[in-house]
């Protein structure tokens, strides 16, 4: 089992930055690909990020390339997303998720949840 808290969400304007954690326990956590989703309200959960077990790769999902930044400290356990630049339509519940193996882009591929962190950018 892997338990998963997100923090750091918040209400920022648009243009502002703000950092997203995620905390993990109950597994190796270097052995876990990580991924954080977003879920808007009457929309799919969508794919932001995804980094594989080493941290050397990246994934993005296109409407955020450019603006956030996906990263991992091992040591400490836990997950960060980095978002600049952050617009109206980046509102949404941010959730952390984790599997192993390989990153996925879709939400039903992931076991392990976390139970997410609101983020509303104001225009």
């Known amino acids: 089992q892997v338990q998963l808290v997100e923090s750091g969400g918040g209400l920022v304007q648009a243009g502002d930055s703000l950092t997203l954690s995620c905390a993990a326990s109950?597994?190796?956590?270097?052995?876990?690909?990580m991924a954080w989703f977003r879920q808007a309200p009457g929309k799919e959960r969508e794919f932001v990020a995804g980094?594989?077990?080493?941290?050397?790769?990246?994934y993005y999902g296109d409407s955020v390339k450019g603006r956030f930044t996906a990263s991992r400290d091992d040591a400490n356990n836990t997950l960060y997303l980095r978002m600049d630049g952050l617009k109206g339509e980046d509102t949404a519940v941010y959730y952390c998720?984790?599997?192993?193996?390989?990153?996925?882009?879709?939400?039903?591929?992931?076991?392990?949840w976390g139970q997410g962190t609101q983020v509303t950018v104001s225009s």
């Open positions: 998720a984790a599997r192993q193996w390989n990153v996925a882009s879709t939400w039903g591929s992931y076991p392990y």
């Open positions: 109950g597994r190796a956590f270097s052995n876990l690909v």
């Open positions: 980094l594989a077990s080493n941290g050397r790769r990246a």
